[in-house]
T-cell receptor, first 113, second 114 residues
């Protein structure tokens, strides 16, 4: 158990819908990262937040957005869902320094029908 | 920009045999290097990381990796594998700036056969 929690574990929805994935980082960790794992694209970095502020952006679609709240939990919002958005979405957290390990949550499996 | 190439998508090996999973990276700046393992239906767990210093890094579960700057490689090794080592292994790099995002390779499925 990494200490990072993600809800829900599984999500099945239809094309065109909007979903919200939630992540609670390890106690004391200020940075949250979101990654997408799919069969065709592999593991890709989406976005990073540090203490409530966006720190870095990767291959995140405009239909996707994220935020980190004052209690440091984070939410990833996916809208106008397409079949190709079906994937495993991971959240990871780290403390703050340059050498910190990223600890991964168990992931949310999103299926778009 | 960084990229990571894992040269073998699947590696079958018999129990108690040695194994090497290969990883090469490309980057215009200095990087940190990582190996993560993913067991079925689970998240990623850090096996080991290279930040600086000794090029031979020891990790959990008896794994080790060697950083070779001239070859831009970071191969993972274990002298004797167990059935429980069956999993997917990911090599990753991150920059040393303020953004710490990981760039992953495509993964190597290690299957340990009895």
């Amino acid at each position: 158990d990494s200490g990072v929690t993600q809800t829900p574990k599984h999500l099945i929805t239809a094309t065109g819908q909007r979903v919200t994935l939630r992540c609670s980082p390890r106690s004391g960790d200020l940075s949250v990262y979101w990654y997408q794992q799919s069969l065709d694209q592999g593991l890709q970095f989406l976005i990073q937040y540090y203490n409530g502020e966006e720190r870095a952006k990767g291959n995140i679609l405009e239909r996707f957005s994220a935020q980190q709240f004052p209690d440091l939990h984070s939410e990833l919002n996916l809208s106008s869902l397409e079949l190709g958005d079906s994937a495993l979405y991971f959240c990871a957290s780290s403390v703050v320094s340059s050498t910190d390990t990223q600890y991964f949550g168990p992931g949310t499996r999103l299926t778009v029908l | 920009a960084q990229s990571v190439t894992q040269l073998d998508s699947q590696v079958p090996v018999f129990e108690e045999a040695p194994v090497e999973l290969r990883c090469n990276y490309s980057s215009s700046v200095s990087v940190y290097l990582f190996w993560y393992v993913q067991y079925p239906n689970q998240g990623l767990q850090l096996l080991l990381k290279y930040l600086s210093g000794s090029t031979l890094v020891k990790g959990i579960n008896g794994f080790e990796a060697e950083f070779n700057k001239s070859q831009t490689s970071f191969h993972l090794r274990k002298p004797s594998v167990h059935i429980s080592d069956t999993a997917e292994y990911f090599c990753a790099v991150s920059g040393k700036g303020s953004a710490r995002q990981l760039t992953f390779g495509s993964g190597t499925q290690l299957t340990v056969l009895p």
